[in-house]
């Protein structure tokens, strides 16, 4: 037994060194392996005299664990090592990946901006079905039957239903709202509205309106005026003018068209605009006594006024957006523009 090469081997095991892969194996091989030097030392048990072989087990154990257990050392500091290298390689001042953010679509924030404005001023939120029976849609609202007044909207039918239809405006939720609550009432109903009508830049089947409605004692049309003075000026700024236009809705008397001036040219005139410095952005007016009478609401004690904007025509004007299909195209190229900044 060669006391002094175990010790030799022992030696080198403890003063071994490894930097990277090739150097843990290349340890591997000279003192783990079968073939190693400490390999070597259990191939010389058989020449050990019988009496001497249970110390010498004892020692050449001794020397593989030692081996074992600085490999797994070397292993680990390796490891460790590489770790360091590759967070030491990650470059802080790199502009950040082009990692793909979500934005809130046009439309939702214009509704989300319009309905934060009126619930300032104390209106409440209201909602009805899009799919609508005829006296929410028209009659309660004083559509006489067969009255022309019907024909201003191209109302799409339920097959074999005609008392059924897809709501052609959110007027409906007026007299839902009215029918279930006591005045004072002010209340505001955003929803999606269906007409029958050719898919154009200017016009859709599908789109979206707001309804406002304020019933109470007293209430005056210088109250409405003053609500969508408030309005205007809150949604597209300050220096915004509001015009109101006489005009004809079978469920209000008066009745005014909303007109705001042109945002695109200050009211100079532009092709936005026709040449008249003013857009129309909804109808309003007073609630027809017969409306408030219809829903159960004593129209001597009480007065109403009511309003009902185009969402898509607020949207383009905000946005200056010239084609109302952009709104349902899903076309990524115009969603994006409207994508949080990072
Ligand atoms: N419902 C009307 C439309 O769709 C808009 C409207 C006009 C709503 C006058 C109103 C109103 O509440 O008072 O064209």
């Known amino acids: 037994m060669n006391q002094d090469k175990i010790v030799a081997i022992k030696e080198a095991i403890a003063q071994a060194r490894a930097k990277n892969k090739e150097e843990l194996e290349a340890f591997r091989m000279k003192f783990i392996s079968k073939k190693s030097v400490v390999g070597e030392l259990f191939a010389e048990m058989g020449k050990i005299p019988n009496e001497k072989k249970r110390e010498y087990g004892q020692l050449i154990n001794g020397v593989k664990q030692a081996a074992e257990a600085k490999f797994q ?72 039957e067969n009255h022309p007044a019907r024909e201003m909207q191209d109302t799409f039918f339920i097959e074999k239903n005609p008392d059924i239809a897809l709501r052609t405006h959110t007027s409906s939720v007026q007299v839902r709202v009215m029918e279930n609550q006591k005045p004072p009432i002010r209340t505001l109903s955003p929803g999606r509205v269906y007409r029958n009508e050719a898919i154009s830049a200017r016009a859709h089947c599908i789109f979206h309106q707001v309804e406002g409605l304020y019933v109470d004692e007293n209430v005056g049309f ?121």
């Open 73 to 144: 050392e070397l292993i680990d500091r390796v490891n460790e090592s590489s770790k360091k290298s590759k967070s030491a390689d990650l470059d802080l001042t790199l502009p950040p990946s082009n990692q793909s953010v979500g934005g809130i679509h046009p439309l939702t924030a214009t509704r989300q901006r319009i309905i934060e404005i009126f619930e300032r001023i104390g209106f409440n939120l209201s909602e009805g079905p899009e799919i609508e029976d005829d006296w929410h849609n028209f009659t309660a609202l004083n559509f006489p």
């Open 222 to 342: 210088s109250d409405l005026k003053n609500t969508l003075y408030h309005f205007a000026k809150e949604m597209f700024g300050k220096g915004t003018k509001v015009r109101f236009r006489p005009s004809y809705f079978p469920f209000t008397e008066p009745s005014a068209e909303i007109d705001i001036s042109c945002l695109l040219c200050g009211g100079k005139g532009c092709n936005v605009c026709k040449g008249t410095g003013w857009v129309e952005i909804g109808g309003s007016g007073m609630v027809d006594p017969n409306v408030l009478e219809n829903c159960g609401i004593d129209s001597k004690k009480y007065t109403g006024f009511a309003f009902g904007m185009g969402i898509e025509r607020i949207a383009m004007l905000k946005y200056q957006i010239k084609d109302l299909r952009l709104f349902t195209e899903n076309d990524v190229r115009f969603l994006r523009q409207f994508r949080p900044l990072l």
